[in-house]
Antibody, heavy 123, light 107 residues
Framework: EVQLVESGGGLVQRGGSLRLSCAAS????????MGWVRQTPGKGLEWVSS????????YYADSVQGRFIISRDNSNNALYLQMSNLKNEDSGRYYC????????????????WGQGTLVTVSS | EIVMTQSPVTLSVSPGERATLSCRAS??????LAWYQQKPGRAPRFLIY???GRATGVPARFSASGSGVEFTLTINSLQSEDFGVYYC?????????FGPGTRVDVK
């Protein structure tokens, strides 16, 4: 059974930083694109970032480009999202998702989601 | 970026009836279109891929169609567990984008 468990969310001041983690199990992690999707009151569901299985290709939404960094540790089946210079509009629930991105000329969406971790940015 | 729109915003349906949800893309996405279901307090659940393929474990009462810019999700004989919010999402071009959702509630 595929399991994705996020952690690292919390309350942070505007301009601060936070690192989200996702522990994956139940599948061959290194062979899958992985990503982060957030759900915010203002914009609904928004794809934040994705990374290829080997970690060589990354995707970022324009709204987070230059502030967020996605990474992965295939030896420990873990995905991360380093968030910096956080803004009020970054507040929301962040989901770790399996899939999401393009490889070999094909694009793939996400077929499994974690339960999410809540990020709150305060002024 | 490709903008996704959905209609109606809310659909009130009686159990046992059919629900038809629409999704439109601002430019063609081919068949790179997915549907998700979300219930309160839960993560979205993957329902449909490639515009018409049912994900593993999705009941046959869910069917979907379309290509290009117009897509439809049909739920036949609605069950109590089918109420929630449904999102379409394109994955033809990055950034992958979601529609605003259609809420299906009890009539």
């Amino acid at each position: 059974e595929v399991q994705l468990v996020e952690s690292g969310g919390g309350l942070v001041q505007r301009g601060g930083s936070l690192r989200l983690s996702c522990a994956a199990s139940g599948f061959t992690f290194r062979t899958y694109l992985m990503g982060w999707v957030r759900q915010t009151p203002g914009k609904g569901l928004e794809w934040v970032s994705s990374m290829s299985g080997a970690g060589l290709t990354t995707y970022y939404a324009d709204s987070v480009q230059g502030r967020f960094i996605i990474s992965r540790d295939n030896s420990n089946n873990a995905l991360y999202l380093q968030m910096s210079n956080l803004k009020n509009e970054d507040s929301g629930r962040y989901y770790c998702v399996r899939g999401g991105g393009c490889t070999g000329g094909n694009c793939y969406t996400s077929d499994n989601w974690g339960q999410g971790t809540l990020v709150t940015v305060s002024s | 970026e490709i903008v996704m729109t959905q209609s109606p915003v809310t659909l009130s349906v009686s159990p046992g009836e059919r629900a038809t949800l629409s999704c439109r893309a601002s430019e063609t996405v081919g068949t790179n279109l997915a549907w998700y279901q979300q219930k309160p307090g839960r993560a979205p659940r993957f329902l449909i891929y490639s515009a018409s393929g049912r994900a593993t474990g999705v009941p046959a009462r869910f069917s979907a169609s379309g290509s290009g810019v117009e897509f439809t999700l049909t739920i036949n004989s609605l069950q109590s567990e089918d109420f929630g919010v449904y999102y379409c999402q394109q994955y033809k071009d990055w950034p992958f984008t979601f529609g605003p959702g259609t809420r299906v509630d009890v009539k």
